[in-house]
């Protein structure tokens, strides 16, 4: 049985034994989505240290300070946490270790809300799209509904959504960690069988 991680664990605090994430694995041809593991945290420092990747989030600052990686990846490991993140792996396939992310926030009545960001060097090459549909396919929470949306600068963000079978349900704003601002958003849904 795991223990559950506290306010203010680190990653160096983490022992194997310590870390058991009821979450599946999940492939695809090109990648597979699997748990972060604390060796993520200097790639997701990489990426997200990119003013561009932390502008498309509403929770990444810039500039990313020190262990905020680590932080993340803490969170997304503790036994009381309310969002499912995986690592968007490509190892198996020649491709780098940690190309992105994409997670499920659980929500009230079997609903949860999608996000995801994935490094710059791999934007459009339809690793996000893969992401997705991997994941809205495999439906680890067993939602009846999905939620995401996509900051209305960020056009390629709501191609993904549409791609994977999201529809359009209305606009709104999101504070945006990065900007120091609120943000212009489009909401998307996508009902489950």
Known sequence: MSAPMREGTRLDDLKPDVITLNQPVIETERFVLRPLRPS???MIAHYTSDRRVAEGTR????????????????RALAADRSEDVWAIDGSAHRLAELLGVVSLTRMEGDQSELGFWIGAGFWNTGFATEAVEALVAANP????????????DNPG??????NCGFVYLGDAESWSVARGARVATWTYLRKMG
């Open 157 to 162: 963000s709501a191609r993904v959504l549409t």
């Open 59 to 74: 929770a990444i600052p810039h500039p990313l300070p020190p262990g905020a990686a680590e932080g993340f990846v803490a």
């Open 141 to 152: 929470h067993g939602s009846r509904t999905l939620f995401a949306e996509a900051f209305q």
């Open 40 to 42: 993520d945290a200097g």
